[in-house]
């Protein structure tokens, strides 16, 4: 859950009980001809979510695109079953994990026909899809995925749903091809609400980093502004108000040495801060306390929600909806120079199917 994001080193502990295997079809040819009439829009969005964000939860999964966890499950489930999916579950020290699953063979081969490309185009790998269970990043990589997902989750729940939505979310890796010569930011987003239109740099922090280092990025968000003349705010989500108070110092320090601090708004937020209580908690929520542009540093004031953070850079509107690019520059992608690179899935999950044209097992 977003408001209490799992640590690194409680998916590290002893090994759990072995899984009972589920038989499964055998990744063939005339098996990935027969999902044609198998998957719906919604199973190759999920599947197209994969292959950009590697590992995504089942909580994550349902959350965003679907009516119930129940349903989302079963669903899950069958595309494991025909091996468009693959799964694993890392061992909780408390309670249980929920269920990870990541792009398997039959997957990788839809989407990449799907583009007209070999899934060798793609850079897939089934060892390398799975091998993120045991990565020392997995808690920080789900963590990420966990508060976009909670951006869609809000944006589906909102009263006025068609005024709030999640436009963009780019994954680190997509990131890291398009700007990792200067900064490496865990995400890059748009959102909008009621009119108010604002896109991000996220830096997702689980307090296992040295403040200063966090500080210390700064740098480089100044640098991608002066190479680009785009000004993106970049969002600091700490675990904790006490370890956000502490960030804010650092993080004034060196945004006051740059040569050009207006051209890095930065705006805090801590999971503390949300309501555990609440329906659907999101960083959409009034969490938010920006950086004083100028004058002396302060750490208390109105939080704000994420749309209204545009009224404390009012410099930024006129860039607001058309800075961010629109084609990834020419270069070696994440798997190396031969990896193709696919478009980035649209955020939110294409609408269920209408009552009496659902899709074949469903």
């Not at 966890?69 to 249980?96: H, I, K, M, N, T």
């Not at 003349?229 to 700490?238: G, Y």
């Not at 801590?270 to 009034?286: K, N, T, V």
Request: net charge positive.
């Amino acid at each position: 859950m977003i408001t209490n994001p799992t640590r690194q080193h409680a998916l590290r502990s002893a090994p759990g009980p072995a899984s009972r295997p589920a038989g499964r079809v055998r990744n063939s040819v005339e098996h990935q001809a027969a999902l044609a009439w198998r998957l719906t829009p919604r199973d190759r969005w999920i599947v197209a979510m994969l292959a950009e964000h590697r590992v995504l939860t089942a909580t994550q999964i349902t959350d965003m695109a679907f009516p119930s966890f129940r349903s989302g499950r079963q669903r899950l489930r069958e595309l494991y079953l025909w091996s468009v999916l693959d799964r694993f579950q890392p061992f909780a020290a408390l309670g249980s994990a929920p269920m990870h699953y990541v792009l398997a063979p039959a997957g990788a081969a839809v989407l990449a026909a799907a583009h007209g490309l070999e899934p060798r185009d793609l850079g897939y790998r089934h060892d390398r899809a799975l091998g993120i269970a045991h990565s020392l990043r997995l808690a920080h990589t789900v963590g990420v995925a966990e508060w976009f997902a909670a951006l869609v989750d809000a944006a589906r729940h909102h009263p006025c749903a068609d005024e709030s939505a999640l436009e963009v979310w780019w994954s680190e890796a997509r990131c890291a091809r398009l700007f990792g010569d200067l900064v490496r930011p865990d995400g890059y987003g748009r959102w909008h609400t009621r009119g108010r239109r604002i896109e991000f740099f996220l830096e997702y922090d689980l307090g296992t980093e040295a403040l200063s280092r966090v500080a210390a990025k700064l740098a480089g968000y100044a640098a991608l502004a002066a190479a680009t003349t785009i000004t993106t705010p970049l969002l600091i989500w700490l675990p904790t108000p006490r370890r956000e108070a502490n960030a804010r110092a650092a993080l004034h320090r060196a945004w006051r040495d740059l040569d050009q601090p207006a051209a890095v708004p930065v705006a805090t937020a801590a999971a503390g801060l949300l309501d555990p209580d609440s329906a659907h908690p999101s960083p959409a929520d009034p969490v938010w306390l920006p950086l004083p542009t100028t004058g002396p540093r302060r750490d208390s004031g109105p939080r704000l929600p994420l749309d209204r953070l545009v009224e404390a850079w009012p410099h930024l509107e006129p860039h607001l909806g058309d800075s961010a690019p629109q084609a990834e520059p020419t270069g070696a992608g994440e798997h190396g120079s031969g990896a193709a690179r696919l478009p980035a899935p649209f955020p939110m999950p294409p609408a269920p199917s209408p009552r009496g044209r659902a899709a074949p097992h469903r």
